[in-house]
């Protein structure tokens, strides 16, 4: 089992920068890749980065260039370095990870993008 805990979440005005922290517990050694997802009421669930165990990366295309996803493999934390922040990110922020076969996903975090 893995357990996923998010944090930094928040209402931030157009232009703006939120960090998001995901901190995993548990059966940590057979995570391979950890994620932020986001969905929006009604939508379906999109990725919007991933990184593998050896440090690749991964981002939708609405995101590149903006937001930026990292890893504190000492204390199992994974960031979401969001900037330039626009209303269209508004949505709650799921943190997942893949542990083969299995995936685990946290509570979500919510994140408001408006003036």
């Known amino acids: 089992q893995v357990q996923l805990v998010e944090s930094g979440g928040g209402l931030v005005q157009p232009g703006g920068s939120l960090r998001l922290s995901c901190e995993a517990s548990?059966?940590?050694?057979?995570?391979?890749?950890m994620g932020w997802y986001r969905q929006v009421s009604g939508k379906q669930r999109e990725l919007v980065a991933q990184?593998?165990?050896?440090?690749?990366?991964n981002y939708a295309d609405s995101v590149k260039s903006r937001f930026t996803i990292s890893r504190d493999s000492t204390k199992n934390i994974v960031f979401l370095q969001m900037n330039s922040l626009k209303p269209e990110d508004t949505a709650v922020y799921y943190c997942?990870?893949?542990?083969?076969?299995?995936?685990?996903w946290g509570q979500g975090t919510q994140v408001t993008v408006s003036s």
């Open positions: 997942k990870a893949i542990a083969t076969p299995r995936n685990f």
């Open positions: 548990g059966s940590i050694f057979s995570i391979v890749v």
């Open positions: 990184i593998t165990k050896g440090g690749s990366t």
